[in-house]
């Protein structure tokens, strides 16, 4: 059963070394592709929704997006109705990027998926989703201080 989730761990591993080479001319590095990815898809995020998505602590979500900040990929505006809330969007060099990380992902499916059926492929993406939705359950746990007693 272990296996599984090994198998799981050394394919986004891979596919996130691949990615940070390919995007290091570009000087995104350490999985910042993804929240490239995530704020362009869901312009005016917040810092707290973003770290759900991408299923990190805030403090890592902080540090990546401080860096995507600085390096000029997006940019933080004050929420109207909470200021302590800030938004964030992508800038125009964040936007231009954007086509070619989505084109990379597009690439990496088309491989990871050769050779399958589009059912093959349909029962893959479903199996994946109960897989992420029965973890989630502990990852709130644990997240919000808990212990899993295994």
């Known amino acids: 059963m272990t296996e599984i989730l090994r198998e799981i761990g050394m394919i986004a591993r891979s596919l996130d070394s691949i990615s940070n080479i390919e995007f290091k001319e570009f000087d995104l590095t350490k999985g910042q592709y993804l929240y490239l990815i995530r704020i362009c898809e869901n312009q005016g995020i917040i810092q707290e929704k973003l770290a759900e998505m991408i299923k990190v602590d805030r403090t890592t979500a902080a540090r990546a997006i401080k ?44 491989v990871a998926l050769s050779g399958f059926s589009p059912e093959e492929t349909e029962t893959i993406f479903t199996l994946l989703q109960r897989v992420r939705k029965n973890i989630e359950v502990d990852w709130e746990f644990v997240k919000k201080g808990n212990k899993r007693e295994y």
């Not at 800030?86 to 800038?91: A, E």
């Open 67 to 110: 860096k995507l900040e600085t390096q000029g990929f997006i940019e933080k505006k004050s929420d109207e109705n909470n200021k302590k809330n800030k938004r964030l969007f992508p800038t125009e060099k964040g936007e231009k990027i954007y086509p070619l990380l989505m084109r990379e992902g597009e690439y990496s499916n088309l």
